[in-house]
Nanobody
Framework: QVQLVESGGGLVQPGGSLRLSCAAS????????MGWYRQAPGKPRELVAR???????NYADSVKGRFTISRDDAKNTVYLQMNSLKPEDTAIYYC???????????????WGQGTQVSVSS
């Protein structure tokens, strides 16, 4: 019914930048909040940034001032611009979206499959 597909991950040196994208497609009626989470090996998944529909964005303290989340509602896409990357940012990054489908109308949280971000010299 609904798919979220991330792109833009990769290997970058410390201090470098990457831009992640996540496009939602399928039987979408309306998307509310969208967000980015990450999971490093041996650690639980954690919130990186979240952007509601027309609301205030919020960020994890560890990425404030370095990462910027944005969205293009016309494209059902959320972005994460990551600057000044550090080795501790290495993780699998997942996007998610709170949305209603055209099929059931229920509010459901969908997740992407994840994209690897590795920061290393």
């Amino acid at each position: 019914q609904v798919q979220l597909v991330e792109s833009g991950g990769g290997l970058v040196q410390p201090g470098g930048s990457l831009r992640l994208s996540c496009a939602a497609s399928g039987s979408i009626f309306r998307i509310y909040a969208m967000g980015w989470y990450r999971q490093a090996p041996g650690k639980p998944r954690e919130l990186v940034a979240r952007i509601p529909s027309g609301g205030i964005t919020n960020y994890a303290d560890s990425v404030k001032g370095r990462f910027t989340i944005s969205r293009d509602d016309a494209k059902n896409t959320v972005y994460l611009q990551m600057n000044s990357l550090k080795p501790e940012d290495t993780a699998i990054y997942y996007c998610n979206a709170d949305l209603r489908t055209t099929v059931t109308g229920d509010l459901v949280i969908y997740w992407g499959q994840g994209t690897q971000v590795s920061v290393s010299s």
